[in-house]
């Protein structure tokens, strides 16, 4: 049977961030074509490995003690020391760990890479969180079988470090929101349409200090809605919090995804404000909610986002961009047709899993039948639309 072990996730179901619903999804999508998968799961404590299943998933959930970056750490090595047992292909979401991963090239274990963003670019990380990330990130490329990038401008990072026929690009993909309700947005003192979501950690290169003070720098008649966990002590949330006028709103964390779909169908616009990483799954959800997206002006946006989106790149021009759009309703409806437009050209799920599955293929242990299948095909489902679209041409 075609098997597949997912590595570097806190594990399925889904309950922390992008990475992790990605695994879900993957999953998921394997299972119902006839796959195989087992997902690796993190748990505090100290318990004894437990492997169970979830919706036809295989999970193992391994515990550790304590819930930070060595906690981490722990759970990725102890991960792979299980992997290493077994002959099956694996898929490492992330590399934070990478060096790790020579047990599995030693062991001749398949082992494809999610290279994720340039992580050890971040301002938040000290000098040693830096340098760690960029060993593991040259650790990723050696070690790896085959590496993916989620984003052109990660693919043309990674070529600095590997032949470009080692890498694939595949973005991250997301569920179509066609339909809300408002029950959730009221709740939370919004009107709907009367209002702008911001969706991201409060951290400097997410710009979250500069879209509050470019809306705050006069009355909107809008509402910003900031989600995301902010801390009085820290000095960065506390800059944001006071640089805040009476129209916007600190929603706080938010984990119920039907409320933070109903709070994207709803609103006005978008502001994306990452200056840094690949395709961001905050991003792409919300062109399949069909919002009219404002994004920091940098090449990974760029190429999400696409040509129906406004950019900015100073306080002054994002509030000149809210001057704009927020009196013009015919630009923000072209601006959510476009969005809609570019999610359904190439970021939804049946897309992104059908390519994941694919370049998996090529990567299956060869006493597994299905590798000797693709091989005699020749191609799998993704490998197929593209020569038919060729050969249409």
């Known amino acids: 049977m075609k098997t597949l072990r997912i590595l570097g996730t806190r594990g399925i179901p889904a309950a922390h961030g992008g990475f992790e619903t990605f695994a879900e999804h993957l999953a ?25 299943t979830w919706q036809g998933i295989e999970r193992v959930r391994i515990s550790v003690p304590g819930d930070n970056s060595i906690s981490t750490m722990r759970f990725d090595w102890l991960s792979i020391l299980d992997a290493a047992k077994h002959n099956d292909l694996c898929l490492t979401l992330g590399y934070n760990t990478a060096i790790f991963n ?7 274990v398949p082992n494809v890479f999610n290279m994720d963003g340039i992580e050890w670019i971040r301002a938040k990380w000290s000098k040693p969180a830096k340098t760690w990330f960029w060993m593991n990130d040259w650790f990723g490329c050696w070690l790896g079988n085959h590496l993916i990038a989620d984003n052109p401008a990660i693919k043309t990072h990674l070529m600095t470090r590997v032949p470009a026929d080692k890498i ?32 991201a950690r409060p951290e400097p290169e997410n710009s979250l200090l500069e879209i509050v003070q ?17 801390q ?3 000095p960065y949330h506390a800059a944001v919090r006071q640089a805040a006028s009476q129209e916007v709103q600190f929603l706080g964390a938010i984990y119920d995804a039907p409320s933070v779909q109903a709070l994207r169908f709803h609103s006005a616009a978008y502001v994306h404000g990452h200056q840094v990483g690949g395709t961001n799954p905050s991003l792409v959800e919300a062109l399949g909610a069909g919002n009219a997206v404002i994004a920091h002006d940098n090449r990974f946006n760029r190429w999400v986002a696409g040509q129906g989106a406004s950019y900015f790149d100073s306080v002054n021009k994002l509030s000149a961009c809210f001057d704009q759009l927020l009196s013009d309703n015919s630009a923000l409806s072209r601006m959510r047709q476009a969005s809609r437009d570019r999610f359904e050209q190439a970021l939804t799920w049946p897309i992104v899993l059908s390519q994941y599955e694919d370049l998996l293929m090529r990567f299956l242990p060869s006493n597994q039948p299905a590798r000797r299948e693709f091989h005699e095909t020749g191609m799998g489902l993704a490998t197929k639309q593209r020569k038919a679209t060729h050969k249409a041409k």
């Open 168 to 199: 694939t690009m595949i973005p991250y993909g997301a569920v179509p929101v066609t339909q809300a309700p408002e029950a959730p947005v009221r709740q939370y003192g919004l009107e709907p349409g009367r209002y702008l979501t911001v969706i």
């Open 28 to 52: 998921l999508y394997l299972r119902d074509r006839g796959w195989r998968v087992v997902v690796y799961c993190q748990e505090i404590g100290q318990a004894p490995t437990v492997h169970d």
């Open 214 to 230: 470019a809306f705050s720098a006069k009355p909107r008649g809008y509402q910003l809605a900031v989600l995301g966990t902010y």
């Open 232 to 234: 009085a002590n820290n």
């Open 102 to 108: 020579t047990v599995l090239r030693l062991k001749g």
